[in-house]
């Protein structure tokens, strides 16, 4: 076989963009499996980059274990947290001295710097003042998005990064999973022409929206933010970030439409254990999902003796918010919120987020003159009109230890490993998601809740 006809068969094309082949498994006809390869900026480590953590959560978690997993690259030498149970098990995990395990961020702080970087994961409204100080000590910076709950902190923020030189990488992470990846690739390759639309669709899933954004830490937009934010800057800094153009003008429409009180059936009472008439055939029903089938326990922070689970469950039920109607809450975030923007070149893109869906995973269309493509995050297929042919290509990535299926592709440790290799050669391009790269979609959701409140559509403004 000749060199020539080597390379053909080694090779597809998609209209002007020639895919490789050879790192790929061919699963059947026209379907090939991928990964990313290494990125050639990596560097073996002499010494892993040194963490501490401020929240230790879920996200907290999602980031310490990628550093129990690869210790050769990332240490984590401090945690701080409120919760003791939390504390205990993170610092017990990473084997943090007690010296280093703090109740509060501000505590980490009254200690000279100790660290290579902060982790910042505390919930949103508590982004900003740990971010400040630890720019304004040295600290290099893994933050968890959103930036901050306002634009001027966002700002704030950007503005205090350039003063001093440090790097801050905002856990945008789906810029780092490998769906998306090569979508952007394969666009700016010329794959399908010129974009004219995209469609993009986060459908949050009826379950995960009354546990997050009804019963949830998010529930309350002015204690936290905008869920807009909370939960979609992934998607509008997604939408960005694989067109590559600026955004022009942004539009929103949406509101909280079902879970209120008007719409409380007949015979419910303010708590699932209170002995409601339609708790057995409710969907939102807190002891079917909590006790029965056991979901989305990990806020519940349970003993480690399992014995005591059942208990402890129903004890949270009767206790806090998890255990109260969905439609008696004092909620106020959307439940579903459409966005619509112009980008530079007459792009355009529809943005729908939904709560009332069976299903989780983002969906995306992708419109160009010469082919389309159409995704769900487990492949992309994407047809050309010239030839009237069609590849369908599956990514995989390593997912979070733990956290199987995160929704993310395999995003969030691809991130951490780019992060430490960034702190460690000190060189922020090794990061797609650094703070003056990321905070154009954070304005982008700031503009979409004035013109959602105000009914109006915004010019966008960096």
């Known amino acids: 076989m000749n060199r020539r006809t080597l390379i053909k068969n080694l090779s597809l094309s998609l209209g002007a963009a020639v895919i490789r082949t050879d790192s790929m498994a061919r699963v059947e006809d026209n379907v090939f499996a991928y990964g990313l390869p290494v990125n050639p900026l990596h560097k073996p480590l002499d010494k892993p980059v040194t963490a501490i953590t401020l929240g230790a959560g879920n996200r907290g ?37 007690a010296a280093n395990r703090f109740d509060t961020w501000e505590r980490v702080f009254e200690r000279p710097k100790f660290a290579d970087a902060i982790i910042i994961t505390t919930p949103d409204a508590l982004h900003y003042a740990p971010c400040m100080k630890a720019l304004a000590m040295g600290y290099d910076i893994l933050l968890e998005k959103p930036i901050a709950p306002t634009e001027k902190e966002c700002r704030d923020i950007l503005a205090l990064a350039k003063k001093t030189g440090r790097i801050v990488a905002v856990c945008h ?56 934010l909370a939960k979609s800057c992934h998607d509008l800094d997604i939408i ?41 055939t409710c969907p939102y029903s807190a002891i079917r999902s909590y006790y029965d089938k056991r979901q989305r326990l990990s806020v519940f922070d349970l003993p480690d003796d399992k014995t005591k689970h059942a208990e402890v469950i129903m004890e949270k039920l009767k206790t806090t918010n998890y255990g109260r109607c969905v439609y008696r809450m004092e909620n106020d975030q959307p439940d579903h919120y459409i966005t619509n923007i112009r980008f530079a070149d007459n792009i355009t893109a529809s943005f729908s987020m939904e709560a009332f869906t069976s299903y989780a995973g983002r969906r995306t269309r992708i419109m160009g003159s010469m082919g389309d493509m159409v995704g769900d995050m487990k ?39 780019d992060f430490a290799q960034a702190v460690a050669q000190q060189n922020p391009k090794l990061l797609t998601s650094t703070i003056d790269e990321s905070i154009e979609s954070h304005i982008m959701g700031f503009m979409a809740e004035e013109s959602r409140k105000k009914d109006k559509v915004m010019s966008i403004t960096i």
């Open 61 to 97: 978690n999602v980031y310490g274990n990628f550093a129990a997993k690869h210790p050769d690259l990332l240490k984590i030498v401090g945690v701080a947290e409120p919760i003791p149970l939390r504390n205990e098990r993170y610092a017990t995990k990473h084997q943090v001295p």
């Open 240 to 280: 960005k970030w694989v067109i590559n153009k600026p955004a022009k003008q942004i539009s929103a429409m949406g509101d909280l439409k079902w879970f209120r009180k008007e719409n409380a059936p007949a015979g419910s009472t303010a708590r699932c254990t209170d002995g409601c008439a339609i708790e057995r």
């Open 379 to 417: 492949e992309l297929v994407i047809t050309d009109f010239r030839t009237d042919k069609q590849v369908k290509l599956v990514p995989q990535a390593e997912d979070v230890e733990g956290y199987k299926n995160s929704g993310h592709g395999g995003g969030d440790w691809l991130l951490a490993r």
């Open 173 to 228: 992470v789906l810029r780092y999973a490998p769906y998306f990846v090569k979508m952007k690739e394969l666009i700016a390759q010329g794959a399908i022409g010129d974009v004219i639309s995209v469609q993009h669709l986060e459908p949050i899933e009826h379950l995960h929206m009354a546990h997050s954004y009804v019963r949830g830490n998010w529930h309350n937009s002015k204690a936290t933010t905008p869920i807009i």
